[in-house]
């Protein structure tokens, strides 16, 4: 159309609608499909790598440093947080539902699978959950450390959506 009117200085379209990005969309179908859908939760869909944990749980692993520091800000009351010790470089990772004692594992699993091991075949991964007060742990409570080994691909490949 441009060259039908004799345009030819014009800005290019760019991207669009988040909905035409098949990752973002096929992440926003799963979680209709899990009834998680609000606000919270769809503010997570452009961030990291996504694992649904259980039924009523997911994980978010961040990429880089940007996206880690995102996703420490996301986080809400109840949420878990997880990163590796000090010495070893590694993402920061979002768990979001109702985790138990091996789901809480997993996490920290998953999170090793994308840390910087340097020949470890365990590392410390800290966690805590955020409570209601300020975003804050309670006193006494978390952060825990948990000494884990990297989940196995084929493991975490059925687990990424």
Partial sequence: MAAEFGIKDFAWPAGGCL????????????????????LDNVA?????????????AKLVVGRDEKEDIELENLAKAGDYLFHPNE?????????????NEGLIGLSAQITCRYCDLNGA???????????????????GDCP????????????LAGLRI
């Fill in 44 to 56: 997570l869909l452009k961030l990291g790598r996504h694992f649904r944990i259980s039924g009523h």
């Fill in 87 to 99: 010495q070893l470089a590694g993402p920061t990772s979002l768990a979001r539902g109702s985790l």
């Fill in 19 to 38: 909905l035409t990005d098949p990752v973002f969309s096929e992440r926003l179908k799963e979680l209709i499909a899990h009834k998680e859908l609000n």
């Fill in 121 to 139: 075949t365990q590392v410390d991964i800290i966690y805590k959950r955020i409570s209601e007060n300020l975003g804050t742990v309670p006193a």
């Fill in 144 to 155: 825990c450390v948990l000494e884990v080994s990297p989940l196995n691909e084929a493991d």
